[in-house]
């Protein structure tokens, strides 16, 4: 993995951290940015949680804000992390109802896509499904089963994860709507859900999911979708490492994507 060129950001000794000017305005054009363009298409569930944070639009939230809602809500809080975590850790936090954000912003330059999720992929993108308790139960189940898995197993609960708190969409009755913070913190993949009839739309199916590829630097070719935000609570109480054993027995997909021209 190449080495971030981003720094996490630091609080004082009053659990403040201090971002620059440019900063918070980068902040502001991203999530008055995003608002407009999820209107409508994220889901209920979502736009519930994002009322009750109340992000600000002018700066970049401290932690500690972001914590005095979820935690009532669902016993989750945001713990600040650097730039990368092993998945040791990544698993450890949300096997402790501990969400990982970064704090640092990306830069002008990388406004539309950068690989590395950064403090507003995580704010924007995610915290306001964790304020939902079916979203907040999976999450905190797939944490613990993360924890005590083999490397071989985290790669195909990768792949859970990658379809539902990524890119995971609902059927309602008019039409689909993004729960998967990989799309609500992204202009470019919101457009390719909704405006390009490029995407594949599959019913979600764990074993299906299990078993399906994925890149991360590429507008997703197939996306799964569930019925309810609540459907997440059933996922959560099945033996999910069993579908992984049957998933490891019946092996991947094949791609429906070209491969990386620069792996190595
Ligand atoms: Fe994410």
């Not at 190449?2 to 659990?15: E, F, H, L, S």
């Not at 951290?17 to 918070?24: K, L, M, R, V």
């Not at 009755?173 to 405006?195: A, D, N, Q």
């Amino acid at each position: 993995m190449n080495a971030t060129q981003y720094v996490a950001r630091k609080p004082d000794t009053n659990g403040v951290i201090h971002y620059s000017d440019e900063e918070n305005a980068i902040w502001h054009t991203l999530i008055e940015r995003q608002l407009a363009c999820v209107k409508g298409r994220a889901c209920d569930e979502y736009v519930a949680g994002l009322a009750r944070l109340a992000l600000p639009h002018d700066r970049i939230p401290q932690l500690d804000d972001i914590n005095r809602v979820l935690e009532p809500a669902t016993g989750w809080q945001v713990n600040r992390v650097p730039a990368l975590i092993s998945f040791d850790r990544f698993f450890e936090l949300l096997a402790n109802r501990r969400f990982p954000v970064a704090t640092f912003i990306r830069s002008r330059e990388e406004l539309d896509y950068l690989q590395e999720p950064d403090i507003f992929h995580e704010l924007f993108g995610h915290c306001a499904l964790l304020t939902n308790p079916a979203f907040a139960r999976f999450t905190h189940t797939y944490g613990q089963l993360g924890r005590d898995a083999s490397p071989q197993d985290r790669g195909f609960l990768a792949r859970l994860y990658w379809f539902t708190v990524e890119f995971g969409l609902l059927n309602t009755p008019s039409g689909h709507r993004i729960y998967g913070g990989g799309i609500l913190s992204s202009p470019g993949e919101t457009r390719h859900v909704f405006e390009s009839d490029l995407p594949e739309f599959r019913p979600f199916n764990i074993l299906d999911v299990l078993r399906t590829p994925y890149r991360i630097d590429i507008m997703q070719p197939v996306y799964y979708v569930l019925d309810s935000i609540d459907d997440l609570f059933a996922i959560a109480e099945m033996d999910i490492m069993a579908e992984v054993q049957k998933a490891r027995g019946l092996g991947l997909f094949a791609p429906t994507f070209p491969a990386r021209q620069d792996a190595s």
